[in-house]
């Protein structure tokens, strides 16, 4: 066995300490590289598990944002209704404000009629026939005397009668014998008899409408009862529009024709209404006078028993209205009415 010097085993033991050194040098690297190894597959686990939570979280994150406009989406859609509805009801109160002045007119109507009532009063004050009052025939005069009859009728009948003309006669209220056979003789000598009031006082007549029917009412069966004729036309007395009747007169107009009566008021007036000094010639000229170049005339007179001179004047007045080229007729209920 060769000896082993100093030398060698110096060698031997750098070479021993070499080789543990490597092999430590390698058991350590291989450690580190396991522990690195495993930490690095923890990093990458936990980089999944967070890239799997970020996932879920944009997935949640997603559907809240879905959610969020699923509920904007309604709420938009809540506001259209909200604003529909506000328009709806806007219209429905605008409605309901119209409807509610419909109602109060209709009340308003209904009350005038109730609180007049008058519609209903004397269910056989009505004319014959229905209102059709059509007819108005050029060149024509109709002569009419009111606030008769009296002793100055007789006179005038006496003149239509030589004169061969019919007129009309609106009559007032009376219970004078005399004065009752003058109305039958207006009827039978083919007169027109008309109403003009029983009492012919203004402030009575023309206190209201059921005032104004109460009074006609009364003439209307005076002169029904006295003559046998159901009169069906009538003169307001002072005009149908007067400074008593203003409040009244369209009420009083409008029922009276509603009953088939015809009002009457004149185109042309002989003066004799407030006075009686004129002469007949006066009045006369007065009555040419106002025709003028109207076609239809009516004829304003009274023949009441103050009113002589117009009794006198009739004849002149009937001799200038014929030479100016006028025919005469008596007023029936299809006379066109003149009216102011
Ligand atoms: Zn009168």
């Not at 050194?21 to 967070?50: C, D, M, P, W, Y």
């Not at 509920?71 to 909200?82: A, G, I, N, T, Y």
């Not at 006609?216 to 005009?239: A, H, S």
């Amino acid at each position: 066995m060769p000896a082993i010097n100093e030398k060698e085993r110096s060698v031997l033991f750098y070479k021993r300490m070499i080789l543990v050194v490597i092999l430590l040098t390698i058991t350590v690297l291989a450690v580190i590289a396991v522990v690195q190894g495993v930490q690095i597959h923890k990093i990458k686990l936990g980089n999944e598990s967070r890239a799997a939570q970020n996932a879920e979280q944009a997935e949640t994150i997603e559907r809240q944002t879905k959610q969020l406009e699923e509920q904007m989406q309604e709420l938009e859609e809540l506001r259209r209704q909200k604003n529909e509805l506000e328009t709806l009801t806007q219209q429905q109160s605008e409605r309901l404000a119209a409807l509610e002045a419909q109602v109060a007119a209709a009340a308003a109507t209904t009350s005038t009629t109730s609180a007049g009532g008058y519609q209903a009063l004397y269910p056989d004050f009505y004319a014959p026939q229905t209102y059709s009052a059509t007819s108005s025939p050029d060149n024509t005069a109709y002569l009419t005397f009111d606030d008769g009859p009296s002793g100055n009728t007789d006179i005038i009948l006496q003149t239509l009668q030589e004169e061969n003309v019919k007129a009309t006669f609106f009559v007032v209220g009376t219970d004078n014998a005399d004065n009752l056979a003058r109305m039958r003789r207006i009827v039978q000598e083919g007169h027109t008899i008309g109403m003009h009031s029983y009492s012919h006082s203004y402030k009575k007549i023309y206190a209201s409408v059921e005032a104004f029917l109460k009074d006609m009412y009364q003439v209307f069966n005076l002169i029904k009862d006295t003559t046998g004729v159901t009169p069906t036309c009538f003169r307001f007395p002072g005009g149908s529009i007067n400074s008593y009747n203003k409040a009244v007169y369209k009420d009083i107009k409008a029922e009276m024709i509603r009953r088939g009566f015809v009002p009457y008021d004149w185109n042309v007036s002989s003066g004799d209404a407030s006075t009686t000094k004129y002469t007949p010639e006066q009045l006369t000229g007065y009555v040419l006078n106002g025709i003028g170049s109207k076609s239809r005339i009516i004829v304003l007179m009274h023949d009441s028993s103050s009113k002589e001179n117009t009794a006198q004047a009739v004849r002149q007045i009937i001799i200038g209205i014929r030479e100016k080229g006028f025919i005469f007729a008596p007023l029936d209920y299809q006379t066109k009415p003149i009216l102011f």
